[in-house]
């Protein structure tokens, strides 16, 4: 009995039907990206391991697909690390490669080798694969498309306001509801962190951006099991608990810090950015100051954000994004970075659950050419080789086998009109067009075939 074949967990094959949405959406996404003025760049599929790794945190480093080293230099590998039971390492030792982990660290590695060839700032999107060792669900895939503007140049609000606006554009040309918009800054949360005596807020970032999964006990649940002081945990508590409008929350953390002589900075600019964001007319985004936004990516520095899936279809986050400082050249502030991602496969989701795809997702129609034997084929294929000229979609049946077969082809392909040019049609200088969708059939003078075919498409 032959093995059963099967995509590799976490990956998905594609149907024709599902590349249009696909194509959809990503035009959409480019679309808009580019009325904004970003541009594009691409970016090789694996990097150099050394790139990649100590910039998103160790949890982060372990969900990496390395790329195993091959001929003479897998002699290197660190046999004593395998004996010592130290994976990580012996891993590292068989490998000097890995595929992209995301598209931030692989811009910062581009932009930091083509410093002298940019304009600053520099604003790129890009629309690209990357590979995750996740454990797949719903909405979550190994191998998935990632889509990231991001602007590299001096620190400014107006760049968080600019991709706050991005997303607010592609939700509404995409038709989707409303969505929350949750916006949080690492330096608030570091401050936090030093009135729970922490050494940084990478401490309890990754489990601080479980709460909307596991609740604010759940939180302070795994930060006891992590040895975490009680003193500390009734500490953060007081903060998660802050209810109110944006203002009312932002005024009890100012009066906090303070009172406590602990830095505002991030504090009031995050304020700013929320009113300067009102500003510009959010149509399909709700700005939520929420002090539980931690993304657990390490190498943001500043603001974050992060927009959660509409009610009506709810799958968790579909973007997320933040500023990092140190990326592309650390303590160079012309050089600091602010970028969002877009969770296309999330999004996908919500269009297909919503019905939000349009109906006609390819509005050029398609014909298919009947095959009446090799005798009458010549003239044939001249008319679809000057249709094609005229991108038209076309083709012409490979076969003579009977016609019922050829119709049921023509269903199954969801052909909008087939062209039939047989004996009878060709004695009578004709042809004849069939409409695949209602059955109606009409008859055409065989010297206007190129026009009449033209009027449909």
Do not use: H
Not at 83 to 110: G, H, I, M, Q, W
Not at 213 to 222: A, D, Y
């Amino acid at each position: 009995m032959s093995q059963k074949l099967n995509t590799p967990k976490g990956t998905r094959d594609f149907t024709s039907f599902e590349l249009k949405k696909r194509d959809y959406l990503l035009n959409i996404l480019k679309d808009c990206f580019k009325a904004f003025n970003f541009q594009e760049i691409q970016t090789p599929s694996f990097e150099n391991l050394t790139t990649l790794t100590g910039k998103y945190g160790d949890e982060e480093d372990n969900l990496m697909f390395k790329i195993l080293s091959s001929g003479e230099k897998i002699k290197k590998a660190d046999t004593e690390a395998l004996k010592e039971n130290n994976l990580s390492k012996f891993s590292n030792s068989l490998s000097d490669k890995a595929l992209r982990y995301d598209l931030t660290v692989p811009l910062s590695r581009f932009v930091s080798q083509n410093l002298n060839n940019l304009s600053f700032p520099f604003k790129r999107f890009q629309t690209q694969l990357v590979w995750r060792a996740e454990r797949p669900q719903r909405g979550r895939y190994r191998e998935f498309l990632q889509c990231d503007v991001d602007i590299i140049g001096e620190s400014n609000l107006l760049n968080e306001v600019e991709c706050i606006k991005v997303y607010d554009t592609v939700f509404k040309r995409l038709g989707m509801p409303k969505v929350n918009l949750r916006i949080n800054n690492r330096q608030i949360l570091e401050g936090i962190s030093k009135l729970m005596n922490l050494d940084s807020v990478n401490e309890i970032a990754s489990i601080l951006d479980k709460t909307d999964k596991i609740g604010v006990e759940g939180v302070m649940n795994e930060l006891k099991n992590k040895n975490i002081k009680d003193a500390a945990l009734n500490k953060l508590k007081f903060f998660l608990d802050l209810e109110g409008s944006n203002e009312e929350k932002i005024k009890s953390l100012r009066t906090e810090f303070i009172s406590n002589k602990i830095s505002t900075d991030g504090i009031d600019l995050l304020e700013k950015i929320i009113i300067t964001s009102e500003k510009f007319n959010l149509n399909n985004v709700d700005l939520i100051f929420d002090l539980t936004l931690a993304r657990g990516l390490s190498y943001y520095t500043g603001t974050i954000i992060e927009v959660s899936s509409p009610s009506e279809f709810y799958i968790g986050s579909i973007g997320g994004g933040g500023r990092y400082d140190n990326l592309v050249q650390k303590n160079n502030p012309r050089l600091s970075g602010f970028g969002i991602s877009f969770g296309f496969d999330r999004i996908f989701l919500i269009l297909d659950e919503l019905n939000l795809f349009p109906d006609e997702l390819n509005s050029s129609k398609s014909f298919l050419f009947l095959n009446f034997g090799s005798d009458k084929i010549d003239n044939l294929l001249i008319f679809i080789d000057e249709l094609r000229e005229k991108n038209i979609t076309c083709e012409l049946y490979p076969s003579d086998i009977k016609i019922k077969k050829q119709m049921d082809y023509a269903n199954q392909r969801r052909i909008d009109y087939v062209v039939l040019i047989g004996e009878e049609e060709t004695n009578r200088n004709i042809f004849k067009l069939k409409d695949m969708s209602s059955g109606d059939e009409s008859s055409f003078d065989l010297n206007n075939i190129i026009p009449e075919i033209e009027k449909l498409s």
